[in-house]
């Protein structure tokens, strides 16, 4: 995720801020922003807000739960796919390329960011999330199960199958990850932490950057009533899936997400129409980086602040805290982020953004 080191060779503009460039569709952007909100969101009230003890005679955290649920399909669908999306090009590169601007720098990212996170966390231990407390839980989490730093890693493994398997018909390969997708999906491989995130998005990534004309095609033609229609069946698919408990049937999960990604670029490509909604939204999704690494370590410290003030406090000060707390605290979140960041840049910590060996800062050249 304009202050980076250098953009020639830097963090890859799945995470990278930059200026727009003229090629570089505003409604992907406005996607990303939006959806780096919904992951701050749904983290925020998995994690903290139904942590509460609620003492309401109506059941607002519930509601709040279930509309988190509902996005499930969208979120990180619709995120890798704009990944895969800006990654077309970089595929194409030669691998010393790729390995210098993708695959160790998102390593160096994940890396450098596990740590900082467990250190935060081992101050939180009452935290829900997955950290590691042993040298070799450490070792599992750094390789073959992810922690909520899942999406850096995954984007190391999506370049190298991408670019291993450049060559290959895309039929070919987009079946197979859609397989992968669909058997993880129905609980066929074994996903401890988010190991199973990993599996069930390849198959968007890789859509993207194959799909490219398809997806660009579709976002050129999706206006206000195709929108409404995706909406619809993004509807009933939720409906159906929860009426017949049929999540885990194989290929109903990926098919669900299917759905999700065209509802989810039709509808960026409205809020892009919006001036006053886009330009926010679009800013956003080209500085996604320190909302994405940074978000978690203060939410687990809010957690520690405010839980037991907000289970004790009254029922009209609880009524309050249910209704705007997730959006509150979000908006929070985010903006902290990126305050975060303009400082950390300003003294120098441009290396937690970017991979350093070999490079020096903009600013120091």
């Not at 988190?68 to 590169?93: C, E, K």
């Not at 069930?200 to 229609?229: E, Y």
């Not at 679009?282 to 957690?303: D, E, F, K, W």
Request: hydrophobic share 55%; proline share 7%; with cysteine.
């Amino acid at each position: 995720m304009s202050a980076m080191p250098s953009s020639s060779t830097g963090v890859a503009a799945e995470l990278a801020p930059s200026p727009p460039p003229r090629s570089r569709a505003q409604w992907a952007d406005v996607a990303k922003g939006v959806c780096i909100l919904l992951v701050v969101l749904w983290h925020v009230i998995m994690k903290h807000y139904l942590r509460i003890e609620w003492q309401l005679p109506v059941p607002i955290p519930g509601a709040w739960g279930a509309f988190g649920d509902q996005l499930l399909p969208l979120r990180m669908p619709v995120f890798f796919t704009i990944s895969g999306l800006f990654a077309a090009g970089a595929a194409a590169r030669t691998w010393a390329e790729v390995r210098r601007s993708r695959i160790a720098t998102f390593c160096y990212l994940y890396v450098v960011w596990f740590a900082l996170h467990t250190l935060v966390f081992s101050l939180v231990p009452g935290f829900d999330t997955l950290a590691a407390h042993t040298w070799r839980q450490a070792l599992e989490y750094l390789t073959i199960t992810p922690t909520n730093l899942w999406y850096l890693l995954a984007l190391v493994v999506y370049f190298v199958l991408a670019k291993v398997s450049l060559r290959l018909p895309t039929g070919l390969v987009l079946g197979a990850a859609l397989l992968l997708s669909a058997a993880a999906s129905a609980g066929w491989l074994a996903g401890p932490g988010n190991r199973g995130q990993l599996y069930q998005n390849l198959f968007f990534f890789l859509a993207g950057l194959r799909l490219k004309p398809w997806v660009q095609r579709w976002a050129a033609t999706a206006g206000p009533r195709l929108l409404a229609l995706c909406v619809t069946a993004y509807a009933g698919g939720l409906l159906l899936v929860t009426i017949l408990g049929a999540k885990q049937w194989f290929g109903v999960w990926p098919a669900l997400c299917s759905i999700a990604v065209l509802t989810g670029i039709a509808g960026a490509v409205q809020l892009a129409r919006i001036p006053r909604l886009s330009g926010g939204l679009a800013a956003l999704g080209r500085n996604t980086l320190p909302i994405y690494v940074m978000h978690l370590p203060l939410l687990a410290l809010m957690h520690l602040l405010l839980l037991r003030p907000l289970s004790a406090s009254g029922p009209l000060p609880q009524f309050v805290a249910a209704c705007v707390l997730p959006v509150v605290l979000t908006a929070f979140l985010v903006a902290v982020c990126l305050y975060l960041r303009r400082g950390v840049l300003a003294v120098g910590g441009w290396w937690l953004f970017e991979l350093p060996a070999g490079r020096l800062p903009r600013w120091g050249r």
